[in-house]
T-cell receptor, first 109, second 116 residues
């Protein structure tokens, strides 16, 4: 499995953009990069995923480095409800998610 | 459909007792996963079903743990002779598992087990 490195915690002000980095230098060419988040007392929820190109959805954007050794999850305007643990997960087809410890995001008003 | 449902939400049991948890996935999802999460850690994979077939088991799944998914619908996770180290949140997830290789997994709210 590809190993990931994420900061333990990050802090952001409400309504400001947040860039959550992830290093996955051992990722293979077929691993998709998934991001999930887990709000307090909730099960994880899917945020976004991509393979090579940058991706956008209603929740966030995913910027993938050209060499695919790193990616950045972008929350365009953080809200208090975005306070959660964010997990970056390289995923091979058909395999289960390997969560790691993630980044705990604190959003302050 | 209301999403992935887990029952019970909380379970307190005495050490040495057996417990069983149930997971009802989103209908038509053919993949079902079980995870365990302890305080301050990310979820850890336990096992995975494709329809009724159990395709992968983690080394974390000791011989006291058994999971089933009869008829490829709901799933049960049983822990025999519980130990205090089994205290954790047990999460279930399901996904379509067809089409694009990495489809979104939907998680339930989990069953919190406390072994006293």
């Amino acid at each position: 499995d590809a190993k990931t490195t994420q900061p333990n915690s990050m802090e952001s002000n409400e309504e400001e953009p947040v860039h959550l980095p992830c290093n996955h230098s051992t990722i293979s060419g077929t691993d998709y990069i998934h991001w999930y988040r887990q709000l307090p007392s909730q099960g994880p929820e899917y945020v976004i995923h991509g393979l090579t190109s940058n991706v956008n959805n209603r929740m966030a954007s995913l910027a993938i480095a050209e060499d695919r050794k790193s990616s950045t999850l972008i929350l365009h305007r953080a809200t208090l409800r975005d306070a959660a643990v964010y997990y970056c997960i390289p995923l091979v087809t058909g395999y289960a998610l390997n969560f790691g410890k993630g980044t705990s995001l604190l959003v302050t008003p | 459909d209301t999403g992935v449902s887990q029952d019970p939400r909380h379970k307190i049991t005495k050490r040495g007792q057996n417990v069983t948890f149930r997971c009802d996935p989103i209908s038509e999802h053919n993949r079902l996963y079980w995870y365990r999460q302890t305080l301050g850690q990310g979820p850890e994979f336990l096992t995975y079903f494709q329809n009724e077939a159990q395709l992968e088991k983690s080394r974390l799944l000791s011989n006291r743990f058994s999971a089933e998914r009869p008829k490829g619908s709901f799933s049960t996770l049983e822990i025999q002779r519980t130990e205090q180290g089994d205290s954790a949140m047990y999460l279930c997830a399901s996904s379509l598992g067809v089409g694009e290789p990495s489809t979104e997994a939907f998680f339930g709210q989990g069953t919190r087990l406390t072994v006293v």
